[in-house]
């Protein structure tokens, strides 16, 4: 079988509000776990507890994911600041240009 390779190049990331978006998905799988308490004999009558903590583990996870996505934005920060220190302190960018006669 033979390697699959790609035709075209992959688009650019999307840019968003990351962090309010993982935050409210994470308020709203820990209010999907409360609302769902109550009714735990009803999913445990079932065999649907799964449910619940499903739920739990998604909160617990977009924790983790708001504690990434802030570092993230915090890292791309602060590269932004130190490129636009350096191109206002004149320093040669250090990105690699086409050599003359190329």
């Avoid at 990351?18 to 799988?29: E, F, K, M, Y």
């Amino acid at each position: 079988m033979a390697k699959w390779t790609p035709k075209h190049e992959a688009p650019e990331p999307l840019e968003g509000p990351v962090v309010a978006t993982i935050t409210g998905g994470t308020i709203l799988w820990f209010v999907l776990f409360l609302v769902q308490v109550p009714f735990y004999g009803w999913f445990d009558d079932r065999d649907l507890t799964w449910w619940v903590w499903t739920c739990l583990a998604g909160g617990g996870l977009g924790l983790i994911g708001i504690w990434y996505v802030r570092g993230r934005d915090a890292a791309i920060k602060r590269h932004e600041a130190a490129a636009r220190a350096a191109e206002s302190a004149g320093t040669p960018d250090t990105t690699p240009e086409t050599p003359p006669g190329a």
